[in-house]
């Protein structure tokens, strides 16, 4: 199976920022899915939509890649709501793939049929991210609203496999379907596929409506200890032990786009080369974080793109959380400050928690 090359686009990534080049960008085509996932940030009905603006039409959002492509950008992120359900999704991604740039897609994998799979056969996407929310239909139907999309799910990912298409599992774990952990690694171990466990789970940032059905943050924690176990290959599991028993940063992963060393402002790519554009039209440093917003299909990319990197140089950190041992471990940043405090530079009970959780449960592992 075709891979993507993470040590080069690390490279580029870690280039591209002291550069302020937008070398990496994420287009969230529509917020529409068709499942109804009860822990969802995003998921927008077109009554919700109606308020916050109208999806880009295929020709805006191929006028708008033709400036990414002439500003530098690299490599994009398809995603949603369910990109799937766009039906000139494969108008789009047969001309983005024309424009040179390196495709990835996050998709349920629900929609995904032999069209698309011949598509991507023709022209391979770097990776497809396909979130499997459980290996049951009861799971599905408890979580998504839906049994028979696991049955569908299953068969975008043998469709997938058959087509040599470079996949990834990913899977996110709540209070409803933290028990099909086992279930979902084995089924990612029988294909030899890779398997990423998320254990934290935004707030609904960017739609109204009740909090997310989340685990307690020393649950979570020591969840995402617990995953390193279906996760991590052996050797890899004995280097993230040794690394909390020792306070000193764990291994790095392949892919993340954390860009490590000391920064102002945004740590990770966001806001230094990469760039969230919203179905709205919208563009934020990271989906997680609407604001600081700038207009890009109003603008023209490159002045909104300035503007949107000077705007991150100047938020704010949590300047608390500089000392703190578990530091290296913390999934803390910026965006998750912002949702979990209201501030970019509060310092989250929830982040904190969870993070003495997972290294404690991670040294108990050793």
Same mark, same amino acid.
């Given at each position: 199976m075709p891979q993507q090359n993470y040590p080069i686009r690390r490279m580029l990534l870690q280039r591209a920022a002291l550069t302020?080049?937008?070398?990496?960008?994420?287009? +969230?085509?529509?917020?529409r899915c068709n499942l109804r996932c009860r822990m969802c940030y995003i998921r927008m009905t077109p009554e919700e939509m109606a308020p916050r603006g109208r999806e880009r039409t295929t020709a805006e959002w191929l006028a708008l890649a033709e400036e990414l492509r002439e500003a530098g950008t690299v490599f994009l992120l398809l995603t949603g709501g369910e990109p799937l359900l766009r039906p000139d999704f494969p108008d789009l991604y047969r001309a983005l793939s024309g424009m040179g740039f390196s495709l990835s897609l996050n998709?349920?994998?629900?929609?995904?049929?032999? !069209?698309?799979?011949? /598509?991507? *056969? !023709?022209?391979?996407p770097a990776a497809v991210n396909l979130t499997l929310y459980g290996a049951s239909e009861a799971a599905y139907r408890q979580l998504c609203g839906e049994?028979?999309?696991f049955h569908r799910a299953v068969e975008a990912v043998e469709l997938l496999r058959a087509n040599g298409? &470079? %996949?990834? /599992?990913?899977?996110?774990?709540?209070?409803?379907?933290? +028990?099909?952990? $086992?279930?979902?690694?084995?089924? &990612?171990?029988?294909?030899? %596929?890779?398997?990423?466990?998320?254990?934290? /789970?935004? $707030?609904p940032l960017r739609r109204d409506g009740p909090g997310v059905e989340r685990l307690r943050p020393e649950e979570a924690g020591a969840l995402s200890a617990e995953s390193r176990r279906w996760t991590d290959a052996p050797e890899t599991l004995a280097a993230r032990i040794a690394a909390v028993k020792a306070r000193v940063p764990e291994p790095c992963v392949p892919?993340?786009?954390? %860009?490590?060393?000391?920064?102002?402002?945004? *740590?990770?790519?966001?806001?230094?080369?990469?760039?969230?554009? &919203?179905w709205n039209g919208e563009m934020y440093p990271c989906g997680m974080m609407p604001e600081p917003v700038v207009h890009p299909f109003r603008e023209g990319f490159l002045p909104a793109w300035r503007a949107l990197t000077e705007a991150s140089a100047r938020i704010p950190?949590?300047?608390?959380?500089?000392?703190?041992? /578990?530091?290296?471990?913390?999934?803390a940043c910026a965006a998750l400050s912002r949702a979990e405090t209201g501030r970019t530079d509060g310092v989250p009970d929830y982040a904190c928690r969870l993070t003495a959780a997972y290294c404690r449960r991670l040294a108990e592992m050793g």
């Open positions: 302020k080049d937008p070398v990496s960008g994420i287009l +969230e085509l529509t917020p998709t349920n994998g629900t929609l995904l049929n032999g !069209e698309i799979a011949a /598509l991507f *056969r !023709e022209l391979p049994g028979e999309a298409t &470079a %996949l990834r /599992l990913n899977t996110t774990l709540t209070a409803c379907n933290r +028990e099909e952990l $086992p279930g979902i690694a084995a089924f &990612a171990k029988a294909r030899a %596929l890779s398997l990423r466990v998320v254990t934290y /789970l935004f $707030p892919g993340e786009d954390c %860009l490590g060393g000391s920064r102002e402002g945004l *740590r990770c790519a966001a806001g230094n080369c990469q760039f969230w554009v &919203a950190v949590a300047a608390a959380c500089e000392g703190c041992e /578990l530091k290296s471990y913390c999934l």
